[in-house]
């Protein structure tokens, strides 16, 4: 049996291989070495693609510095490859809350020139202290809750250095959101119970990106699925997508699976885990581990124990049970095995790119929330299209011509 070590190497080798953009920018950052003599600290979920990244950035000249985005999402294996290949690495798996804060804060004191946060975490912690910016000359940013965060800092105009709001570019929300989390929540439920989807009443909350995704791949499993929303628009987009839409306490009472993507807080609460029926699976595939109430949950249950890897049973007064999947938190990468290697592929070059246009650009850049830049986002769409067998046609000049005619045009 291989020991981390070499199973670490082996999971890398296997990301690398189905990561062909991130790998074409890793040989030209060895190349070019844009970020040599810069440190880079980055605080992600741990993993063979996460390491990957890390390694594309170290070839590319930076010290790297790297901590948890959350206490149950590290693979153990690729950080004893990682903490080899020379990039100092703060993650355990199911490490303690004060493990994992104190991974961040070593982020911080690293005195990193460029950051890359999933969930604004580092950036949140340093703008906390209030402290002088350091070297800081920017920050790339992962997700749809980190950029909540960072835009109301730009809004407070507290921010001390500038974004880059990865999460909305074309080539990361469309696909890492919607196929990234509709697959791997799907994987992490799997694994965590052994469960048949098909046939079940499954209540997805939240129909932003990430919920489109899980509600396709749900309902192509055979589930019969049952959105929540709060926004009117994204409740019409679920119905006409052919789903039924409902108020979490009506569709609690049916539900034998709840998934929870919304970014807010206690969307499973109390009154909900009162009309559950007996069974119901509960699982988060949002950021934070706030979604699914999991105090008032032990305030209502009578017991809980665990029953598998990453499933809690709680029983209630009247006899009922239902089960906590991955203590609530991120159930992709708590019992799954994180987003699919092809999909991190597009979201890390994109990060990759995005680091090295900070380390260029990031000390004349206003302290605000910017997009990837358009090229950076058309560059990585271009590269994909062989990669998913794909190929588009070049307009013809008369179309180029009649397009240019309508710009600027009414
Ligand atoms: N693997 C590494 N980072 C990830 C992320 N943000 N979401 C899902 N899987 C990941």
Redesign the pocket.
Known sequence: MPGDLERGRQKIEWARTHMPILEEVRRRFEHEQPFRGLTLSLV??V?A??AALALALKAGGADVHLAA?NPL?TDDDPVAALREAGVHTHAVKGESIEEYRAGIRAMWTADPDVIID?GADLVALIHSEGRRRGRIRGSTE??TTGVTRLRALERSKTMLFPAIDVNDADMKHLF?NRY??GQ?TIDGILTATNLLLAGKVAVVAGYGWCGKGVAARLHGLGAEVVVTEIDPVRAIEARLDGFQVRPMLEAARRADLIVTVTGSTRVVRTEHFQVLKDGCLLANSGHFDVEVSRADLEGLALAHRPVRPHVEEYRFADGRRCYLLGEGR?I??AAGQ??PVEI?DL?FALQALSAEHVARHGLDMEPKVYPVPREIDQAVARGSLPNFGAAVDTPTPEQTAYAASWQGGT
């Open positions: 992600l979920h993993e693609k996460t985005g999402s999933d992962e997700t890492d990234g989390t791997s991120l992709n990468l994180g987003h991190m979201s």
